[in-house]
């Protein structure tokens, strides 16, 4: 069903998207020879040390691709396999939110209504409490002191009206997406952990449970596990042991379709506390289960149950059909993206393709996000059947791009007028996000801007970085097919943007 009439500005956004090329010029490959990188000889010594990194013989077993290139003058300072595809992992974030935030603006907020059925009697709703959404993902302690926050400024606003009771049941209307909660592509082992969090219209708290676990000071006392969200909406069954020696080894499962959370292995005695956070199912049912949780400890009684309307056997409705009792509006999505962009939320990520297709259709569904996306993409001069874009955020292994794709993008992204909201939700080295812990004590430090990307066998660093005499530079790095550690990754792609980040060419 259609959830909010799709903004008539969509379409002048797109459409601008479709034709504007923000100036990307398009690059020559020369081959670069190793003394005189593209024939200037200023570079010779930094693209045989990159060279160098890139032909570490540990990878020979796997496959590097590199592209470096000048923002300033267009000259390209380093290539390697730079027209293959690979798979990016997160790097196909890139991707996803640099077309929401060309398609959606940087000003997009997302809107849930809380309505009722049924007439107000009273201090009485005689009928449902039903809540509509499009997808706000920030019901969480990264924008909120409780997920709950919300959900107890309704409960407040009802009581102001003289509302105490709710006769009927509290509904959770999804419909604006379609029915898919996780991508087909996702490898089942993984859905219990919060990455592959399931996505839908109604979330909270990211679709995850915090989990801190507390060992006990000896080995005859017992774990604690406290959850961030309680609710009875999911079950803990705890069957950890304390050790005395050794290192905690925690195992959680959820089995797929149940909200039974186990936690199995052992702790050690006086360790520190530490956290956990598994998925929860149906997203719809736990963001009104706890809804209905706040209402009731806030003094609202609900005669009725959580439900998801989906169980309702021909709910088909639209939210202005039934009067409306409050209205939240999500941060913009500036601040929306930096959250995605730094921490790698893949829930975000999925959000955003299908929020691009809800408001242009009116329906969210991975097809039309994808649509909006290849028409941003467009915009950029690439072309459709030059990439495979399978989820929005790269756990799909289906997913294919190029180094030469990703710096295009970036360097579209440079002359966009959403550019200033675009490099700030990008993590930082050595400061924050995923890189906080990275490139410390070296000139990329502060300096490099860059988006990681991590699964089995892949990674790739993407991004922006300024050399020691200020020439702007843009790159993107992906390997596939390795096997060694993450730190070995690191290694070589930080040691190159550090190379980079030094480099001057006024020094002997």
Not at 70 to 81: E, F, K
């Amino acid at each position: 069903m259609r959830f909010l009439a799709p903004l008539a500005l969509a379409a002048a956004l797109l459409g601008g998207c479709a034709t504007n090329s923000y100036n990307v010029t398009e690059v020559t490959r020369l081959a670069p020879p190793i003394d005189g990188a593209f024939g200037d000889e200023d570079l010779g010594p930094l693209v045989s040390q990159i060279h160098a990194r890139f032909e570490d013989p540990a990878f020979a077993h796997a496959h590097w691709g590199a592209l470096i290139q000048s923002l300033d003058t267009g000259r390209v300072w380093y290539a390697r396999n730079e027209n293959r595809l690979f798979m990016p992992a997160s790097n196909n974030k890139i991707l996803t939110a640099s077309a929401a935030l060309q398609a959606l603006g940087p000003d997009f907020r997302f809107e849930t209504a809380l309505c009722h059925t049924g007439r107000i009697e009273g201090s009485t709703i005689a009928g449902n409490l039903v809540v509509f959404g499009n997808g706000d993902p920030t019901l969480y302690e990264r924008f909120f002191d409780d997920s709950r926050d919300v959900f107890r400024e309704w409960a407040g606003e009802l009581r102001e009206r003289g509302i105490t009771r709710i006769a009927g049941d509290v509904i959770g209307d999804d419909n604006a997406w379609d029915d898919d909660i996780v991508d087909d592509d996702w490898a089942l082992s993984n859905l219990s952990n919060w990455p592959a969090a399931e996505y839908c219209p109604l979330q909270i708290n990211e679709n995850y449970v915090d989990f801190r676990i507390i060992p006990p000071e000896t080995v005859s006392g017992e774990v604690v596990i406290e959850a961030n969200l309680p609710s009875h909406y999911y079950t803990v069954v705890n069957n950890l042991t304390v050790t005395e020696h050794g290192r905690s080894r925690v195992n959680i499962s959820r089995a797929v379709g149940s909200n039974v959370i186990v936690f199995d292995g052992s702790v050690v005695a006086g360790a520190s506390p530490f956290e956990r956070s598994p998925t929860i199912t149906n997203p719809t049912l736990f963001y009104v289960t706890v809804l209905q949780e706040v209402l009731e400890e806030e003094g609202i009684a609900i005669g009725g149950d959580p439900v998801d309307c989906d169980d309702i056997e021909g709910w088909d409705h639209e939210p202005w059909h039934f009067p409306r009792l409050a209205t939240h509006l999500s941060p913009p999505l500036s601040e929306i993206l930096t959250g995605l962009m730094k921490r790698s939320q893949n829930m975000y990520s999925e959000t955003m393709v299908r929020t691009m297709g809800w408001q242009r259709d009116g329906l969210g569904t991975f097809e039309g996000g994808r649509e909006v996306l290849q028409g941003v993409l467009e915009g950029f001069g690439i072309a459709p059947q030059s990439y495979q874009y399978s989820d929005g955020s790269g756990l799909s292994r289906y997913n294919l791009i190029s180094p030469r794709l990703v710096v295009e993008i970036l360097r579209g992204m440079r002359q966009s007028p959403h550019w200033g909201v675009w490099y700030d939700a990008l993590p930082i080295a050595g400061v924050d996000g995923t890189l906080r812990s990275r490139m410390r004590g070296t000139a990329a430090e502060g300096n490099v801007r860059a988006k990681t990307g991590t699964i089995s066998n892949v990674r790739g660093l993407s991004g922006y970085v300024t050399t020691a005499d200020g020439e702007n530079l843009v790159f993107s790095f992906l390997v596939n097919g390795h096997m060694l550690s993450t730190a070995a990754t690191n290694s070589i792609t930080d040691d190159v943007c550090a190379a980079l980040a030094s480099f001057d060419r006024g020094q002997d």
